[in-house]
C-alpha cells in the first residue's frame, strides 16, 4: 500500500511539474532576463559598497583601492563657485591680464636688481597676489567634459634653485586651488641648492604654517634639475607623479585631464599644453593649442601639427614623440619601471629626450592634453652661472645618443664632432641593462611609427646650404649682419666684421641661407624674421618654424639682394640698423655678400630646397563644386577677360561649375553685344553674362549672381583681379569640413601703372574703426600655428569670399536694401559670425587686384548712400555699440536708414548673438587699436621752432611726394586757421598732419635726414615720437638718440643727435596736456616691443 501510495504522489508531482513547465515555457526568455538584472543589480550593490565609502565630489576620503579596479562613472571635476569668484576679482595681474608698475618704479635700481637676478620682472610679480586668478584658455568643449569618478592619487613635485619667492608660491597655490583636493595627495617642492636667504627659514616657517599638504625637501649642494626632479619622486607616495617648474601657474581643472589617460592605461604619460606668462607684464596668452613634439639633430627641440587624424576633437588627448621638458604627468610604478631619469644626467639638458624616446621605446605612450593647460614663464636670459667646470648639456646629449639612438646617435655627432668627441659619456652600463631588461623597441622603430615626420623636415644629412658665413653691406663693407646678442623677437644690426668672412669667428655673424629657404643662425634656433611688412620694419630673429612665412628668405645673387615678396633686407649703415623696404635695384644700402655662395644651387633655386610653403599641401578630393560670380561696371576689356582666364586656367576643371558675369548697367558698348559674342564664341563651356537693365550697385549685382548660381559654393570676385597658383582648393576644404564657414584669399596688390604683382603683406585680421574704415589686426599667436594655416578674421576686406551657398541664403545673403556698395562687407561679416558661423582668411590662396588711384565713376545717387548703408548695418547689428559710429559724425548719421524691419526678423529668427559677444570673443584687441571713445591727444595745434620763432611745421603741397618743411606761423598756435600747420601728438604717439591724415615717418635714421609724411600705419616704429615737457625736444623713438631739429636757412625738418644745448631743437606746441607728456609710458596705445 505504501509502495502504491508513494507511486502515486510521484506521478501527481511530475503531472504538476510538467504543467508548470508548460504554463512558463512561453515566457522562459523573460524570467531569464528578469534573473539576470537580478544578478547584476545585487553584484553593482556589492562592488559598491567596497569601493564607495564616503567618496564624494571633492570628498575627503579616498579609498585605499587601486585605480584599474575602480569604476568608470564620470563627473563634473569644475570649482563653479571658484571660477565665478575669480571672475570678479581685481588687482595687478589678476584674470591673468598684464599689469605694469609705475614709471618710477619701472626705472629703480631694484626693479633692475630682481631682473638680473631672476630672468623677469621680479618687482612687479610681487605686486600681483600670489594667488591670483587666471585667464581660462581652455577650448570651450572642455568646460563641458567630465572625467572618470575614480581617478589616482598625485604626488606633485616642484624643484627650483634661486626661486623668485612670489613666482614659487604663485606656482604653488595655483596648484593647490585648482585641484580636487581628494585627488592630490601631497606637493613636493625640492630646493636644489639655494643660496637665497628667504628660500631658508622664512619658506620653512611659511610652509609648516600655511601649507599642510606641502613637504620641503633639501639637497645640501646644487645637483641640478634632473636630480632634485629625482629627489622629489623618490620621497613621494601618490600613484601618480606630476613633475611642475617652479614659475608656472595651474589653469582650472588642469588635474582630472591629466589622470584620466592614466586610469586608462597606467603606462601613458601625459603632458599639459603650457601657454606663455610675458616675463615683464606677467600676461597670461596662449602659445597655440598644441603641437606634436620632436627634434633635430643638433638636439633642438621642434614642434610640428597635429596630424588630422590624431586630432579627434578639441578636447582629446593625441600622441606627441617629445615632450617639451617639465611639465608631465606619469605613473609612479611605470616611472620606476623605465628606471627614473638617467641619475648620472647632469644639471639639466637632453632629459626630456631621454625620458621620451624610453616611454616609446619602452612599451608606454605620451599624449598632450588639451583641457589641461599652465602658463609658464620663459625667462629673457638665464641668471644662473654654469656650476660645472665642463659641458654637461652635451655630455647628457651624448649619453641618450648611445644608450637609446643606436646608428643614429651618428648624426647627431656629425653636426658638431669636435664638441662630442671631447665630450665623456661616463657609465652607461646601468640605463643599458634597464633596456635590455624591458626589451625596449630599436630607435628605428620610434622613427618610423612614432615620429616619421623627423626624416623629411629634418634630414639626418643635413642638404647643403644656398649661402653661408658672414652677410656684409656693401654700403659700408666693414660692417656686418649682428644679431647684437639683443635676444630672441629683436632687431638684429650691423657690426663690424670679422676677418674671415665665409667661416667667421664670431657666432653672432655666423648664418646659412639653408635649403629650408631661410636665413638660420649657424650656431643657434633662431633664424631671420619679418613680423611686420611696411617700409623700416625692423628685421628680428625668432625661432625657427621651418615653414617659410615671415622666415621666407632668397638671395638674388645678380643684384645682392635679400629678398622676400617684394620687399629687401635694407640698413642705414649710420645708424647701424637693419630693416625691410620695398626693392629698389639701385639701392647701394640694400646690396649684400655673403662669405660663401653656391651658385650652383643658387641657380637651382626652383627645384633644389624645401617645397615652396603652399606646394607641400594636400586637400580633400571630394572639395564642392564652385559657381564664381563676377560683377562688373564699365570694366576694361582686358582687365576683365584677364580676370576670367585666370580663374579657369589656375582652377582644378572639376571644382569649377561656372563662372557668371554680372553687367550692373555698363555703359561702354564693347560690355554689351561684343561681350556676348566673345563668350559663346570662346567661354560657352563655362561662362554666363547676365547684363542687368541699368545701374544698380555692387550688392544687387551680386545677389543678382548668387540667384543664379547652381554650384555648392558662391564665390565673389571683383573684375579687375587675377587668380594665383592653385587658389581655389585651400578656399573650399575649410567649407567642406564646416558649411557654415566663410574663406577669404589674400589679396596682392597689382599696381594700376605697371601691373607689377606685390605681396601686400603675409596676413592680418581684418577688423574696422568707428569711422567705418576698414582696418586690420595683427595676428595673435593663437590664430594661427604655422604661416599656410587658414586664421580667424572678424571682418572680410571686401569682394573676394567664398561662402556655401546654403549657409548664404540663411543669412539672407546681402541685405537687398543696401544700395550700390558700402558697409556691405561689415553687414556680411557681423552676421556670419553672430548667427552661427566663422570667417578665415586662407594665405595659400591668393588674387592680385587692382587698387585704382581714383575712382573714376560719378556717383549714381545724389544722397549719401554710404552713410545710409552703414546706419543700416549699425541699427541691425551692433546694438549698444551703434552709438560710437554715430558720434564720430551725427549730422551725416541723422540720415534715414530705411525700413529695418526684414533684417531684424532675420536676426530674430537665427537667434544671432549680441554685438557685444561679436566684441568680446571674436574681436577682443579691436578696442586697444581703435577704442569706441577717442583718447585724449598728448598735443596738439601748430609746432613752432624756439631758435626761429617765426617758423612752424606746415605740410608742404607736392604733387610728387608728401613733405614736411617750415613755413611763417599762423596767428593761432592752438587751433590754426590753416589746417597745413595743424599737428596731432596722439594717443598712438604719432604724429598726425590734420589736413592730409597723414603721419610723420621718419624713414632714414641718419644726421640731416628730412622729415616725410606718410599713410598712418599705427605700428609706431618709425612713426613713434615722444615730446619733452622740460626740455622741449620732440625724441624719435623711445631711445632718445635723434630729435627733430630746424634748418632755418632752408626751411626744412631734419633730424639731428639730440643735444640739450640746441636751441634749434626746441619746439613749442599750440595745447599740451601736460599730465599725460610727462608720463608718456603710462599713457596712450601699447608700447610695441
Same mark, same amino acid.
Given at each position: ?43 553593482? @550593490?556589492?562592488?559598491?559598497q567596497i569601493l564607495d565609502i564616503g567618496i564624494g565630489h571633492f570628498g575627503e576620503h579616498f579609498v585605499d583601492v587601486p585605480y584599474k579596479s575602480r569604476s568608470l562613472e564620470k563627473i563634473d571635476y569644475h570649482n563653479y563657485e571658484q571660477i565665478q569668484n575669480d571672475l570678479n576679482r581685481v588687482g595687478p595681474g589678476e584674470q591673468g591680464k598684464p599689469a605694469t608698475l609705475s614709471p618710477e618704479e619701472s626705472d629703480s635700481e631694484k626693479r633692475k636688481e630682481l631682473y638680473y637676478q631672476n630672468g623677469f620682472n621680479a618687482l612687479l610679480s610681487d605686486k600681483i597676489s600670489i594667488n591670483r586668478s587666471i585667464a581660462d584658455l581652455r577650448h570651450p568643449s572642455c568646460k563641458l567634459k567630465s572625467y572618470r569618478k575614480h581617478l589616482p592619487l598625485a604626488s606633485v613635485v616642484i624643484p627650483f634653485y634661486e626661486e623668485h619667492w612670489s613666482t614659487l608660491l604663485r606656482t604653488i597655490y595655483s596648484a593647490l586651488n585648482r585641484s580636487p583636493p581628494h585627488l592630490l595627495k601631497e606637493v613636493i617642492i625640492v630646493d636644489d641648492g639655494s643660496t637665497k636667504g628667504f628660500l631658508h627659514d622664512k619658506l620653512e616657517y611659511y610652509v609648516k604654517r600655511h601649507l599642510p599638504k606641502v613637504k620641503l625637501i633639501r639637497q645640501h649642494e646644487r645637483t641640478g634639475l634632473i636630480k632634485a626632479r629625482l629627489a622629489g619622486a623618490k620621497v613621494a607616495s601618490g600613484d601618480v607623479l606630476v613633475f611642475l617648474d617652479s614659475h608656472t601657474e595651474a589653469g582650472y581643472n588642469w588635474l582630472p585631464p591629466l589622470l584620466e589617460p592614466i586610469a586608462e592605461n597606467p603606462k601613458t604619460c601625459v603632458c599639459p599644453l603650457i601657454d606663455v606668462i610675458d616675463d ?11 603641437? +606634436? ?94 656650476? +660645472? ?58 622613427? @618610423? ?59 653672432? @655673424? ?50 645682392? @639682394?635679400?629678398? +622676400? ?25 640694400? +646690396? ?37 560670380? &563676377? ?338 606761423? &599762423? ?119
Amino acid at each position: 500500500m505504501d509502495d502504491k501510495l508513494r507511486k502515486a504522489r510521484k506521478a501527481r508531482l511530475r503531472s504538476i511539474v510538467r504543467s508548470t513547465v508548460r504554463c512558463i515555457y512561453p515566457l522562459r526568455y523573460l524570467v531569464l532576463i528578469v534573473i539576470t538584472v537580478f544578478l547584476v543589480l545585487l553584484f553593482r @550593490q556589492r562592488k559598491q559598497q567596497i569601493l564607495d565609502i564616503g567618496i564624494g565630489h571633492f570628498g575627503e576620503h579616498f579609498v585605499d583601492v587601486p585605480y584599474k579596479s575602480r569604476s568608470l562613472e564620470k563627473i563634473d571635476y569644475h570649482n563653479y563657485e571658484q571660477i565665478q569668484n575669480d571672475l570678479n576679482r581685481v588687482g595687478p595681474g589678476e584674470q591673468g591680464k598684464p599689469a605694469t608698475l609705475s614709471p618710477e618704479e619701472s626705472d629703480s635700481e631694484k626693479r633692475k636688481e630682481l631682473y638680473y637676478q631672476n630672468g623677469f620682472n621680479a618687482l612687479l610679480s610681487d605686486k600681483i597676489s600670489i594667488n591670483r586668478s587666471i585667464a581660462d584658455l581652455r577650448h570651450p568643449s572642455c568646460k563641458l567634459k567630465s572625467y572618470r569618478k575614480h581617478l589616482p592619487l598625485a604626488s606633485v613635485v616642484i624643484p627650483f634653485y634661486e626661486e623668485h619667492w612670489s613666482t614659487l608660491l604663485r606656482t604653488i597655490y595655483s596648484a593647490l586651488n585648482r585641484s580636487p583636493p581628494h585627488l592630490l595627495k601631497e606637493v613636493i617642492i625640492v630646493d636644489d641648492g639655494s643660496t637665497k636667504g628667504f628660500l631658508h627659514d622664512k619658506l620653512e616657517y611659511y610652509v609648516k604654517r600655511h601649507l599642510p599638504k606641502v613637504k620641503l625637501i633639501r639637497q645640501h649642494e646644487r645637483t641640478g634639475l634632473i636630480k632634485a626632479r629625482l629627489a622629489g619622486a623618490k620621497v613621494a607616495s601618490g600613484d601618480v607623479l606630476v613633475f611642475l617648474d617652479s614659475h608656472t601657474e595651474a589653469g582650472y581643472n588642469w588635474l582630472p585631464p591629466l589622470l584620466e589617460p592614466i586610469a586608462e592605461n597606467p603606462k601613458t604619460c601625459v603632458c599639459p599644453l603650457i601657454d606663455v606668462i610675458d616675463d615683464q607684464t606677467f600676461d597670461v596668452h596662449p602659445q597655440d593649442e598644441g603641437g +606634436r613634439g620632436l627634434f633635430d639633430w643638433t638636439f633642438h627641440y621642434k614642434r610640428i601639427l597635429v596630424k588630422p587624424e590624431n586630432r579627434i576633437s578639441p578636447t582629446e588627448p593625441f600622441p606627441s614623440p617629445i615632450m617639451a621638458g617639465g611639465l608631465f604627468a606619469i605613473a609612479a610604478d611605470f616611472f620606476w619601471e623605465l628606471g627614473g631619469y638617467d641619475e648620472e644626467l647632469d644639471i639639466w639638458g637632453a632629459e626630456q629626450y631621454e625620458i621620451s624616446f624610453k616611454i616609446w621605446q619602452c612599451g608606454g605612450r605620451m599624449v598632450d592634453t588639451p583641457c589641461s593647460r599652465f602658463g609658464h614663464i620663459y625667462r629673457s636670459y638665464s641668471p644662473f652661472p654654469n656650476s +660645472r667646470k665642463y659641458d654637461f648639456i652635451t655630455r647628457n646629449h651624448k649619453r641618450v645618443a648611445e644608450i637609446w639612438m643606436d646608428e643614429y646617435k651618428q648624426y647627431i655627432y656629425d653636426r658638431d664632432p669636435e664638441r662630442y668627441a671631447k665630450a665623456d659619456a661616463g657609465d652607461m652600463s646601468k640605463m643599458k641593462a634597464i633596456r635590455a631588461k624591458l626589451n625596449c623597441k630599436p630607435f628605428k622603430w620610434f622613427l @618610423q611609427e612614432v615620429a616619421p615626420e623627423i626624416i623629411e623636415m629634418y634630414p639626418p644629412v643635413e642638404p647643403e646650404p644656398y649661402a653661408s658665413g658672414s652677410i656684409q653691406n656693401v654700403a659700408d663693407s666693414s660692417l656686418c649682419i649682428d644679431t647684437m646678442q639683443r635676444g630672441r623677437g629683436k632687431p638684429i644690426g650691423l657690426y663690424p666684421c670679422t676677418n674671415n668672412l665665409a667661416e667667421p669667428t664670431n657666432r653672432n @655673424q655666423y648664418f646659412v641661407h639653408s635649403w629650408h629657404r631661410d636665413i638660420q643662425l649657424k650656431y643657434g634656433e633662431e633664424c631671420f624674421d619679418v613680423p611686420e611688412s611696411s617700409p623700416r620694419s625692423p628685421v628680428t630673429v625668432f625661432t625657427c618654424h621651418l615653414h617659410q612665412g615671415n622666415q621666407f628668405f632668397q638671395y638674388d645673387y645678380k643684384t645682392q @639682394q635679400i629678398k +622676400r615678396n617684394g620687399l629687401c633686407i635694407d640698413s642705414d649703415p649710420q645708424a647701424k640698423e637693419v630693416f625691410v623696404n620695398p626693392c629698389e635695384t639701385n639701392s647701394i644700402t640694400q +646690396r649684400w655678400k655673403f662669405g660663401a655662395v653656391n651658385l650652383k644651387l643658387m641657380k637651382q633655386w626652383k627645384t633644389y630646397g624645401a617645397k615652396f610653403m603652399c606646394h607641400r599641401i594636400n586637400y580633400s578630393n571630394n572639395l564642392p563644386q564652385t559657381s564664381i560670380i &563676377v560683377p562688373f561696371y564699365d570694366e576694361h576689356w582686358t582687365t576683365l577677360l584677364r580676370t576670367v582666364y585666370s580663374v579657369i586656367r589656375r582652377t582644378p576643371p572639376a571644382l569649377l561649375k561656372e563662372i557668371i558675369l554680372v553687367d550692373d548697367g555698363s555703359l561702354k558698348h564693347f560690355l554689351k553685344q561684343r561681350l556676348d559674342d566673345y563668350v559663346a564664341k570662346n567661354l560657352k563651356h563655362l561662362v554666363r553674362v547676365i547684363h542687368l537693365p541699368e545701374r544698380n550697385g555692387l550688392i544687387t549685382a551680386r545677389l543678382s549672381g548668387a540667384k543664379a548660381a547652381t554650384g555648392e559654393v558662391l564665390l565673389f570676385l571683383d573684375s579687375h583681379v587675377e587668380a594665383g597658383i592653385n587658389w581655389l582648393p585651400p578656399l573650399l576644404e575649410p567649407i567642406a569640413h564646416n558649411y557654415r564657414t566663410c574663406v577669404c584669399p589674400f589679396i596682392d596688390v597689382i599696381k594700376d601703372d605697371t601691373f607689377t604683382l606685390v605681396a601686400q603683406d603675409e596676413g592680418a585680421r581684418g577688423a574696422f574703426d568707428w569711422n567705418m574704415l576698414y582696418k586690420r589686426l595683427p595676428l595673435r599667436p593663437e590664430d594661427q600655428k604655422v604661416p599656410s594655416d587658414p586664421f580667424p578674421s572678424p571682418v572680410m576686406a571686401g569682394g573676394l569670399f567664398a561662402i556655401s551657398a546654403k549657409f548664404f541664403w540663411e543669412l539672407g545673403g546681402y541685405d537687398e536694401k543696401l544700395e550700390i556698395w558700402g558697409a556691405e562687407q561689415y553687414e556680411l561679416s557681423f552676421k556670419i559670425w553672430m548667427c552661427g558661423g566663422r570667417m578665415l582668411d586662407a594665405p595659400c590662396s591668393r588674387v592680385g587686384h587692382i587698387y585704382r588711384s581714383y575712382s573714376p565713376f560719378h556717383s549714381a545717387k545724389t544722397y549719401d548712400f554710404v552713410a545710409k548703408n552703414h546706419k543700416r548695418v549699425a541699427e541691425v547689428w551692433m546694438d549698444e555699440y551703434k552709438r560710437y559710429v554715430y558720434a564720430r559724425d551725427p549730422n551725416r548719421y541723422a540720415i534715414d536708414a530705411g525700413d529695418l524691419s526684414k533684417m531684424k526678423q532675420l536676426r530674430k529668427k537665427l537667434n544671432c548673438k549680441p554685438f557685444r559677444w561679436f566684441m568680446k570673443e571674436v574681436a577682443p584687441d579691436l578696442v586697444d587699436h581703435y577704442p569706441p571713445v577717442e583718447p585724449e591727444d598728448f598735443a596738439s595745434g601748430a609746432v613752432q621752432n624756439e631758435a626761429n620763432v617765426n617758423l612752424c611745421m606746415e605740410e608742404l603741397n607736392s604733387t610728387v611726394e608728401k613733405r614736411i618743411g617750415l613755413s611763417l606761423c &599762423v596767428n593761432n598756435k592752438s587751433t590754426p586757421e590753416r589746417s597745413e600747420q595743424h599737428f596731432r601728438f596722439t594717443w598712438r604717439r604719432d604724429i598726425k598732419a590734420v589736413r592730409s591724415s597723414n603721419c610723420l615717418d621718419v624713414s632714414n635714421h641718419s644726421v640731416g635726414a628730412e622729415l616725410q609724411l606718410y599713410h598712418c600705419h599705427n605700428l609706431q616704429g618709425n612713426q613713434m615720437f615722444q615730446y619733452d615737457v622740460d626740455t622741449k625736444q620732440i625724441f624719435v623713438g623711445r631711445d632718445k638718440i635723434y630729435c627733430f631739429e630746424a634748418d632755418g636757412k632752408n626751411r626744412k625738418l631734419i633730424l639731428n643727435r639730440c643735444s640739450r644745448t640746441a636751441e634749434s631743437q626746441r619746439w613749442r606746441i599750440g595745447q599740451m596736456n601736460v599730465e599725460r607728456l610727462r608720463n608718456w609710458t603710462k599713457y596712450g596705445a601699447k608700447l610695441q616691443n
